[in-house]
């Protein structure tokens, strides 16, 4: 028997409310939640990841670190309320160009794809 949990996203993109449905089972790993990630990157365009590691050692990642993808520049300034923000770019899934950004003490990255220049 498997275990079916649901758990449900507001999005609201260009006044049009978008409700995502994440369905996670028992047969679950971390291998499967890799491939969802970069389902979900490739589908979307919008993700939420980690930004991992000290320095040029710096990389973003999914919850369990099964997807890692190298930061290859990286941006620190101010922010009013948080006190710091953080853009990195990076290189997804399929060789596509990604920007993330993360504001305050935390490793919680909004990530989206950039257009294709």
């Not at 079916?4 to 994440?22: C, G, H, M, Q, Y």
Request: glycine letters at 8%; one cysteine or more.
């Amino acid at each position: 028997m498997s275990i079916v949990s649901f758990a449900s996203i507001a999005a609201k993109r260009r006044s049009t409310s978008i409700l995502l449905f994440l369905t996670i089972t028992a047969d679950s790993c971390y291998d499967c939640c890799a491939k969802r990630d970069i389902a979900e990157m490739t589908a979307t365009g919008r993700i939420v990841l980690y930004l991992t590691g000290i320095g040029s050692d710096e990389t973003v990642s999914n919850w369990p670190g099964t997807l890692c993808f190298p930061v290859t520049l990286r941006r620190i300034s101010r922010h009013n309320i948080a006190g710091k923000r953080a853009d990195v770019w990076f290189t997804g899934p399929n060789g596509k160009r990604w920007w993330g950004w993360n504001c305050g003490d935390n490793q919680i990255l909004r990530c989206r794809r950039l257009k294709a220049a």
